[in-house]
T-cell receptor, first 115, second 111 residues
């Protein structure tokens, strides 16, 4: 098992720019969920990908989009960055949907700062 | 809208004390409730609870779920400085069986 790897670990962007965050899921895991964690808050669900299709979405605007690749790695793209997008972005993989039953593995996150 | 409320928001205790952390929730299509410990970045899994009244234990930590009253508690006995962390409650539900996290309880254990 290699765990979940996220890159980059830290990132500084300017308001209005676009950013892409990456997540390599744990070997054998086909489901990836993305969460945004603002300072002092719990993680908030952005969306989930299962076998390259979006499988569910939280209350985030369309400028938050994602992809999942055939190897089940995933990207989170955020367009037109706003100051409030500054947060820790966490990726979690699981062997199937309904991850709690099968076990989620969280990555260490990408700290995004928008200035 | 799904909602999770944790209390207290923060807690400062001394080593050896016992603490109780609370979590109340309202989520659609509830499946289970998870507790996580977050020290720096990646949340670390502690417990998954699916049935009411069955206490889960792991060493000094234990947790119980009440699906009728929609709450869960996490107990930590004989606290140690290494228990200092944010403890997150996360019921699983919704269309994607996603986790809805509370804001967490910041626990600080002083020597």
């Amino acid at each position: 098992e290699t765990g979940v790897t996220q890159s980059p670990t830290h990132l500084i962007k300017t308001r209005g720019q676009q950013v892409t965050l990456r997540c390599s899921s744990q070997s054998g895991h086909n489901t990836v969920s993305w969460y945004q964690q603002a300072l002092g808050q719990g993680p908030q669900f952005i969306f989930q990908y299962y076998r390259e299709e979006e499988n569910g979405r939280g209350n985030f605007p369309p400028r938050f989009s994602g992809l999942q690749f055939p190897n089940y790695s995933s990207e989170l793209n955020v367009n037109a960055l706003e100051l409030d997008d500054s947060a820790l972005y966490l990726c979690a993989s699981s062997p199937q949907t309904g991850g709690a039953h099968y076990g989620y593995t969280f990555g260490s996150g990408t700290r995004l700062t928008v200035v | 809208e799904d909602k999770v409320v944790q209390s207290p928001l923060s807690l400062v205790v001394h080593e050896g004390d016992t603490v109780t952390l609370n979590c109340s929730y309202e989520v659609t299509n509830f499946r289970s409730l998870l507790w996580y410990k977050q020290e720096k970045k990646a949340p670390t899994f502690l417990f998954m609870l699916t049935s009411s009244g069955i206490e889960k234990k792991s060493g000094r930590l234990s947790s119980i779920l009440d699906k009728k009253e929609l709450f869960s508690i996490l107990n930590i006995t004989a606290t140690q400085t290494g228990d200092s962390a944010v403890y997150l409650c996360a019921p699983e539900g919704g269309s994607a069986r996603q986790l809805t996290f509370g804001s967490g309880t910041q626990l600080t254990v002083l020597p």
